[in-house]
Nanobody, 127 residues
Framework: QVQLVESGGGLVQAGGSLRLSCAAS????????MAWFRQAPGKERDFVAA????????YYADSVKGRFTISRDAAKNTVYLQMNSLKPEDTAVYYC????????????????????WGQGTQVTVSS
C-alpha cells in the first residue's frame, strides 16, 4: 500500500512563500501524474497543480499560475509545490494526490484519476 505524506505547511504572511513536499512510501507503484489539491473551510476541494511524472509537463489552476510551481524528484519519489506571492485566499488544507493507474490522465484537474491521497497539510496566509 502506498502512502503519501505531506509536509511544509504552516502560517505565512500575505506576499510570503512556502514550499510543500509530498513523499511517497510503501510498495513500488507506477506513477502517471501527481498533483496538489486544496480545500478551504466550507468550500469544495479544488485542483491546484499537477505534473506528469515521466515528461515533467505541468498544469496549473488559473488562480495560481505565475505564483506556484510544481516539481518532482524521481529519486526521492517526492513532489513539491513552491508557493510564492501567497494570498489570504490561498488558505486551505493542501492535499497531495497520485495517479498510479493511468486511466483518466486527461482529467488531471479533477479528483477522478487519483487513487492515492495524503492526509493534508494546513496552509494559512494571514492578511
Amino acid at each position: 500500500q502506498v502512502q503519501l505524506v505531506e509536509s511544509g505547511g504552516g502560517l505565512v504572511q500575505a506576499g510570503g512563500s512556502l514550499r510543500l513536499s509530498c513523499a511517497a512510501s510503501g510498495r513500488t507503484f507506477s506513477t502517471y501524474t501527481m498533483a496538489w489539491f486544496r480545500q478551504a473551510p466550507g468550500k469544495e476541494r479544488d485542483f491546484v497543480a499537477a505534473i506528469r511524472w515521466d515528461s515533467g509537463i505541468t498544469y496549473y489552476a488559473d488562480s495560481v499560475k505565475g505564483r506556484f510551481t510544481i516539481s518532482r524528484d524521481a529519486a526521492k519519489n517526492t513532489v513539491y509545490l513552491q508557493m510564492n506571492s501567497l494570498k489570504p485566499e490561498d488558505t486551505a488544507v493542501y492535499y497531495c494526490a497520485a495517479d498510479s493507474r493511468g486511466f483518466y490522465t486527461s482529467r488531471y484537474s479533477s479528483s477522478q484519476p487519483y487513487n492515492y491521497w495524503g492526509q493534508g497539510t494546513q496552509v494559512t496566509v494571514s492578511s
